[in-house]
């Protein structure tokens, strides 16, 4: 009767334990995204080493659990090695992304100054977010739907109206100006500044993200992100006195800090407003954004022409190489910051975003486009810093002290006496066990 009882607790447990433990993950972002390896076992496997445990008594157990609890360490650094390959190879695809684009729209703007057609006609690209999403989604998914199944599955995160005229104007339009804003005065300060200065000042946005959190979405306090702030805000300073405060430097870098603020501003709302989305729905938004845009913002650059602000003399004549260029290294980049986080860890895109930084200044360096002084190099070094400890994860401290009090506990020797107590304590439980054994 006991053995019965016994039994029926197990199974208890056993039920309790499969209904719980898939909830111990519900916090993660891939869980809805991606599949775990390993969740569906076949239960004859189980079944069959539970009956092998039972068989072996402890000694197969120990064993049973120390060949499972490898196995899962290979199979968990294995999925981290392949992530940081991943990883490895998105620093290189964002970085070359990000400081392509700069550069051909610097080299644009001397054949055909028109940084808000540009920015148009870059902002017409997102209309190939969704479009691109759904050929992965053919590719990926086991259950494909149509567009128009998918196209309203994703417009649920909207609302459960999905996408009405009151949502886009309230929830779509403002974002697709203070996108075009972003790029408009970014592309603005390339005409003003090299893409040195340019690039170093826009990291300023990560700084602005956490001030906006801070006091809009009340994010926790960190001490270390208010030092990277200041540190950000002091390489802005320094980075205006290395010319010398003359009124072009000063205005390219209001731009360039307009549309950093802009950016973070973007960044900051979206939270606030629509919270976070999966791919298809972050895919669905940046498409509408660009259509939009198509929409609604084409009567500008023909006002800009007509006005002669903007002005060429024929279609044939625009660089259209550059301008397609930078267009789609700005879809490219757009991308790989969007949905590279399904493959790889977002600290590692974010890396390369400030590597960007070195990579246009040696190209500014090689086109004689720049000169390095001390307060320079200063403030670009300053600001890259605060963007990496902006980076640091929120329990950095905590792993600090964990990581220091473990390595104190490796570097302890062990005490002879200790060794030689638990030596004959262990000899005195094999020998009584060996005897028991062979008396039985």
């Given amino acids: 009767m006991q053995l019965e009882l016994r039994l029926s607790e197990l199974v208890n447990m056993k039920k309790h334990s499969a209904r719980v433990a898939p909830l111990s993950a519900c916090n993660s972002p891939v869980l809805t995204l991606t599949k775990v390896r390993g969740e569906d076992r076949p239960r004859e496997n189980i079944v069959g080493t539970a009956d092998g445990q039972a068989m072996v008594g402890g000694a197969g157990a120990e064993s049973g659990a120390g060949r499972q609890s490898l196995n899962c360490c290979v199979r968990v650094t294995a999925v981290q090695v392949r992530k940081a390959i991943w990883g490895v190879a998105m620093v290189m695809c964002v970085c070359s992304s990000w400081a392509g684009s700069t550069q051909l729209a610097k080299l644009t703007f001397k054949q055909y100054d028109a940084p808000f057609t540009l920015t148009w006609f870059a902002t017409t690209w997102n209309c190939l977010f969704f479009p691109l999403y759904y050929i992965g989604h053919l590719c990926k998914s086991p259950e494909r739907q149509t567009p128009k199944q998918r196209f309203r599955e994703c417009c649920r995160f909207f609302g459960d109206d999905g996408l009405t005229t009151k949502v886009f104007f309230t929830k779509v339009a403002p974002f697709g100006l203070l996108w075009i804003m972003t790029n408009y005065l970014y592309l603005q300060a390339l005409r003003k500044i090299n893409s040195t200065d340019v690039s170093a000042l826009f990291c300023c946005n990560k700084a602005f993200v956490f001030l906006l959190s801070w006091i809009v979405l009340r994010d926790r306090f960190m001490g270390v992100r208010i030092v990277a702030a200041i540190l950000a805000i002091a390489g802005i300073v320094m980075l205006t006195y290395a010319d010398g405060f003359h009124s072009h ?192």
């Avoid at 890396?351 to 246009?360: A, E, F, K, R, W």
């Avoid at 302890?412 to 062979?438: D, I, K």
């Fill in 249 to 440: 430097s000063v205005i390219g870098i209001t731009l360039v800090v307009a549309s950093a603020s802009a950016s973070a501003l973007y960044k900051v709302l979206f939270k606030l407003v629509l919270g976070s989305a999966k791919f298809g729905e972050a895919a669905l938004f940046l498409t509408i954004v660009g259509g939009a845009n198509f929409v609604f913002m084409s009567f500008v650059p023909v006002i800009l022409y007509f006005t002669h602000v903007e002005y060429f003399t024929s279609i044939a004549d625009l660089p259209w190489a550059y301008l397609c260029g930078v267009a789609g290294l700005l879809l490219a980049f757009n991308i790989l910051v969007n949905f590279g986080i399904a493959i790889t860890y977002p600290t590692l895109i974010s890396l390369g975003i400030v590597l960007s930084v070195p990579v246009n200044a040696m190209v500014d360096l090689y086109t004689c486009d720049i000169h390095f002084n001390t307060v320079r190099l200063i403030a670009v070094f300053i600001i890259c810093l605060g963007f990496l400890m902006l980076l640091l994860p929120e329990d950095w401290d905590q792993c600090l002290i964990e990581l220091s009090t473990k390595l104190r506990k490796r570097e302890q020797p062990v005490e002879p006496a200790e060794t030689a107590n638990s030596s004959g304590l262990n000899w005195t439980r094999r020998a009584r066990t060996s005897m028991s054994t062979f008396s039985h």
